[in-house]
T-cell receptor
Framework: GIQVEQSPPDLILQEGANSTLRCNFSDSVNNLQWFHQNPWGQLINLFYIPSGTKQNGRLSATTVATERYSLLYISSSQTTDSGVYFCAVDTFQTGANNLFFGTGTRLTVIP | ETGVTQSPTHLIKTRGQQVTLRCSSQSGHNTVSWYQQALGQGPQFIFQYYREEENGRGNFPPRFSGLQFPNYSSELNVNALELDDSALYLC?????????????????FGPGTRLTVT
């Protein structure tokens, strides 16, 4: 199946700092989503972004499908941004709309 | 708009037992997918249901089975539980399955069921 690599695996930031999370994938994708998993396990949708750029408040994301990577930008980080961020993709080759997840980036924002 | 709901929240079972987990899809969604998330890992796709039939399956044995009902809700059944089945089980729904040459539809996840097998 498709390989999804996320970097960095862990990130510690001071409140107010900016960060960039990266997701590399090994095949053409027809779906790419970014999620934030809170401490209770809930996956919260951040972006549906198989290509292009989107912004939502302090968060923005860019996917360059031809170069097989996506970036998630977090600006002016807050303690509530802490948690694990997952990138998940699906390919045109699979028979079902199933997502392949990376291993995540664990973000800790300290006051 | 009602989001994806799952029940129960937590469950403790003994090795060899059987378990049923339930999921109600978001309103307007007809496709349900199930994922298993082991501790420290990303979720892994188990299977998807569309029009009450299995519409794709990940690398899970046949003792993992499912159902989808006419109202699009779904069940995940696991027989002969093993210790390694201990995990967070996540259900996701989408408006359509989105396959072949089409762009996939955005998936929305429920809060999960945490299963512990002792």
């Amino acid at each position: 199946g498709i390989q999804v690599e996320q970097s960095p695996p862990d990130l510690i930031l001071q409140e107010g700092a900016n960060s960039t999370l990266r997701c590399n994938f090994s095949d053409s994708v027809n779906n790419l989503q970014w999620f934030h998993q809170n401490p209770w396990g809930q996956l919260i949708n951040l972006f549906y972004i198989p290509s292009g750029t989107k912004q939502n408040g302090r968060l923005s994301a860019t996917t360059v499908a031809t170069e097989r990577y996506s970036l998630l930008y977090i600006s002016s980080s807050q303690t509530t941004d802490s948690g694990v961020y997952f990138c998940a993709v699906d390919t045109f080759q699979t028979g079902a709309n199933n997502l392949f997840f990376g291993t995540g980036t664990r973000l800790t924002v300290i006051p | 708009e009602t989001g994806v709901t799952q029940s129960p929240t937590h469950l403790i079972k003994t090795r060899g037992q059987q378990v049923t987990l339930r999921c109600s899809s978001q309103s307007g969604h007809n496709t349900v997918s199930w994922y298993q998330q082991a501790l420290g890992q990303g979720p892994q796709f188990i299977f998807q249901y569309y029009r009450e039939e299995e519409n794709g399956r990940g690398n899970f044995p046949p003792r993992f089975s499912g159902l989808q009902f006419p109202n699009y809700s779904s069940e995940l059944n696991v027989n002969a539980l093993e210790l390694d089945d201990s995990a967070l089980y996540l259900c996701a729904s989408s408006a359509e399955p989105g396959q072949g040459g089409h762009y996939g539809y955005e998936q929305y996840f429920g809060p999960g069921t945490r299963l512990t097998v002792t």
